[in-house]
């Protein structure tokens, strides 16, 4: 807490300050594998730090909009990778943005670009910050200095379109802002990536981010109506339409352009009415191939689960969701509009079928859960029929983030990476990585680590399989050691030509794994539309392009 | 028939040359309304034709696939708009291709656009030439001469992945040549557009056409795994994925790019299970706004029926659905997998919550359908449940097109166009374009004409009313009555900032609204991009950009 009573966000790891473990916690989980510190890094203060001096300073008319505070510079130079939480824990501050910007109308951003245009300045567009690829981080070479733009003091709920089920957002509005305002009229937008209590609407379109439907409306991108971009060259608004064929769509350059094109400032988006019927059950399987065929079938039904994830047996196990060595898969239906037992009757029939065995809790029937009931956030919106598993997956998937700091402090990498692939290569894919990444593991740290993985989100033609390494560096070496075990995932991934990632975007740390994904003439043209929008090249330099 | 026993496409109108209407036939369409023309315009053989020599010759290397024969050219002349129609029937043939290439491998599409880029001359991707936008004619201004470029021949389902459920199918395939190849495997694209049997799919996915699904998965962008676009500056070929968060999504670049950025050569597309089970049933409603509030409600269910069609009283009553001044609503739901009686019976359910009264058959249940029995095409694909509207309605719309040549030979302007706006502008829309657009015809034709309207696909936040015009046109001024009607259509929807095109593309005729609706900065880079992949400027010139 700070002295105003104001709940804080940590400068250096995952979330709220009066979140992270403590001393005592970090050394408890010393003990999970061989080769941990006893003793966890000490967390340095912001004082503490050795910032450069800032390059470059506010012009007077924008200098209520920025700040050069080293609490502002330090909680904006990077985002929350394991890398990131690394290097901010041995306070190796070496590129903090010059300057912070917080505008708080959309002609501020405007502003704010033209100045940076004209001055040479770099402009990284900040959300919630809980970026993993390195998007929000830049050295800034090359330019006068660099400004951290930070849009969350533009989060309003400016419009709600209750017939048409639509709402206007402002793009700095994180998670938990939007969905209290959208809450007031029954709604919700109902995307709920991990990161939801600290990524911003304008993120989650940035990025492409993938939510908490594990089917059929996966990325944020199927929830756009209309976006409104303002880019160095002027703004762009597209017209709120469900559906369109005039021409290549004008949102979709827009999702996933990273910061590098333009500002997302606002965005129509396709909100929902709050579910009132939820089921969901666990079904164990003894073989992967099973488990995997089931899903499998279940992604081609057309039943469309709004949950269907599967762990592995060291996730599983990790989460709690079983210690006995089986695959789990966790499914959950809702609706607004009509009870989902048949649905969940008909998912678990075909899990069964594969040689699924469901969790007692599954043969249980919904009730309806009022929507002022519901609670807010992914680990328990107003679900009222659940199994130990589920919960326990639930539970560990918010906190897990802040136990990857504590494994940080005590020399553990621990750190994520996600792909898809179509459903021909799902196994193969799963063998290889688990199989070269573990020797990979052991070669270049010395000991066995953990590889788990789970599938996060599936489609009719493919799943989206998310792996976690755990392994004992030596301190000091973490950072040489997780980045050679990443370029050692990039490689197997593009060499199944698997996606370099499913939902986390490319930053600046996938960039060799997309520089061989995405063809060579693709990135020509995105690069001509880049020029014309962003002619000087200030937007997030180093990412994608 | 021709003298192989081939049947032979029309030169002038849609589809087969033996399915034209007669003129005893013509003459009885000549009674619908006042001021129709007794005497059916003859139809020109190519023979009478007096098509302007060709500017340019095959180079020797090329010969082998290219023609410059009257027939050729005749054909690959206009879409088959009601304006191409009449422009035919008149001899009307200024701007002809001056030759037709008819590519048979990919590397041969490589060559004709270096040669064409080398020899200035425009190049027009032409598929099944079912545009009814003016997307592939091209008088070729400022070039050395117009090749179309016709991919028919390229028509081969190359691989199916029965795993994934996808195909990598050329985009030269016709629908009933890609689905007669499907079917071998018991798997469907299930993409229907009313252009079906006169369509391919580079031509779908150029201008991302709307298929037979009625919510959830409209357009044919949704069922795009992966593609390959030969540029004037090389090839483009994307990853196959289900999913990807991997930068701006190169597909979607080319999706709706209307042959401007490329030639799309095949396409891996997610495919399906035939369906076996199958349910339809109409409703009539007494009033368009309780009508209109059903099919929100549905649309808004998740129920996601396959087909949601509404048809106001004036389309029900062409149709045959409906004789008594009713709103009749058709609905339809499938599967693969498992029964569909209950979500058509909550489907029914929304539906009397409105007022709307299902007919007599909605009742019964459905039966299996063999995916061996199943039927080609959008109008028998094996419903085994429907009741006397829906099929009306089905048969009507296979035969329209032809009626429409058949209207316009006895001087009818007979066209439609199309459009998408959100619920809460979907009735002003309505009445706006009915009462403007009727209005409009009176003036300008002298006479009241018919101004029907169904919607052909819902979302939850929208719907795609699709209008047909119907009007006695004073002969020798057909044309321009109709582009005056046309641009009184564009400027009511530009004015509602509803979609100037819903899935009938651009091309040349919508280029007046669309400029409007895109964003100006957006064509910039999209023109950008072009200028990259296609320097020279000389993939379908005037389109677009």
């Given at each position: 807490m700070s002295d105003n009573g104001r709940r804080d966000r940590s400068w250096w790891g995952w979330g709220w300050e009066d979140q992270a473990l403590s001393d005592q916690e970090c050394r408890s989980y010393a003990g999970l594998m061989e080769g941990l510190a006893a003793d966890p890094m000490p967390v340095p203060t912001v004082a503490d730090l050795d910032l450069p001096a800032p390059r470059v300073a506010a012009p007077a008319s924008l200098a209520h909009l920025m700040a050069d505070t080293p609490d502002e510079r330090a909680s904006h130079t990077y985002g929350k990778a394991y890398r990131d939480v690394v290097r901010a824990l041995r306070g190796q501050m070496d590129s903090p943005p010059d300057l912070v910007a917080r505008p708080r109308v959309e002609p501020d951003v405007a502003d704010l670009l033209d100045w940076a245009t004209g001055a040479g300045v770099a402009v990284v567009p900040f959300g919630g910050g809980s970026s993993v690829v390195g998007g929000v981080e830049c050295p800034g070479d090359g330019f006068a200095g660099v400004v951290s733009l930070d849009l969350t003091a533009m989060n309003r709920v400016l419009e709600v379109d209750t017939i048409s089920r639509a709402a206007r957002i402002q793009a700095g509005a994180l998670g938990p802002v939007l969905e209290d305002q959208l809450r007031t009229t029954g709604h919700t937008l109902r995307h709920y990536p991990q990161s939801f209590e600290f990524s911003t609407l304008g993120g989650w379109l940035a990025t492409r981010a993938g939510g908490h439907f594990a089917t059929l409306h996966t990325h944020i991108d199927d929830f756009v109506e209309s976006m409104r971009v303002i880019t160095p060259a002027g703004p762009v608004e597209t017209w709120r339409l469900p559906g369109s064929g005039a021409g290549p769509s004008p949102d979709r350059m827009f999702l996933g352009s990273e910061g590098t094109l333009g500002v997302i400032t606002e965005a129509w988006m396709r909100i929902q009415d709050r579910p009132v019927h939820r089921r969901s059950v666990s079904v164990a399987f003894g073989s992967g191939s099973d488990a995997m065929s089931a899903v499998r079938a279940i992604a081609q039904s057309g039943l469309y689960p709004a949950n269907c994830r599967l762990l592995d047996p060291g996730e599983a196990g990790l989460a709690g969701a079983s210690r006995s060595g089986e695959w789990v898969l966790?499914?959950?239906?809702?609706?607004?509009?009509?009870?989902?037992?048949?649905?969940?009757?008909?998912?678990?029939?075909?899990?069964?079928?594969h040689g699924g065995v469901p969790s007692p809790a599954s043969t249980s029937t919904s009730t309806s859960a009022s929507a002022a009931g519901a609670q807010r956030g992914p680990g328990g919106r107003g679900e009222v029929t659940r199994d130990g598993a589920a919960e326990a997956w639930r539970s560990t998937f918010l906190r897990m983030p802040y136990i990857r700091d504590a494994m940080a402090r005590v020399g553990a990498?621990?750190?994520?990476?996600?792909?898809?692939?179509?459903?021909?290569?799902v196994e193969v894919l799963y063998e290889s990585v688990t199989s070269e990444i573990g020797a990979a593991v052991t070669e270049i740290t010395g000991r066995p680590g953990l590889i788990n993985c789970r599938f996060t989100h599936v489609y009719p033609d493919g799943a989206a399989p998310y792996f976690t390494v755990i392994a004992a560096a030596r301190r000091g070496s973490e950072l040489a050691m997780w980045d050679e075990i990443k370029a050692a995932s990039m490689d197997v991934l593009t060499r199944h030509r698997a996606t370099v990632t499913h939902h986390h975007a490319v930053g600046r740390d996938h960039r060799p794994g997309y520089d061989r994904q995405r063809p060579e003439l693709f990135a020509a043209a995105l690069g001509a539309a880049k020029a014309t929008l962003d002619p000087a090249g200030i937007l997030n330099p180093g990412v994608l392009i």
């Open positions: 966790v499914l959950g239906q809702e609706s607004a509009h009509h009870p989902v037992d048949t649905e969940v009757d008909l998912l678990v029939d075909i899990a069964r079928g990498i621990t750190e994520t990476f996600e792909t898809a692939t179509t459903w021909d290569r």
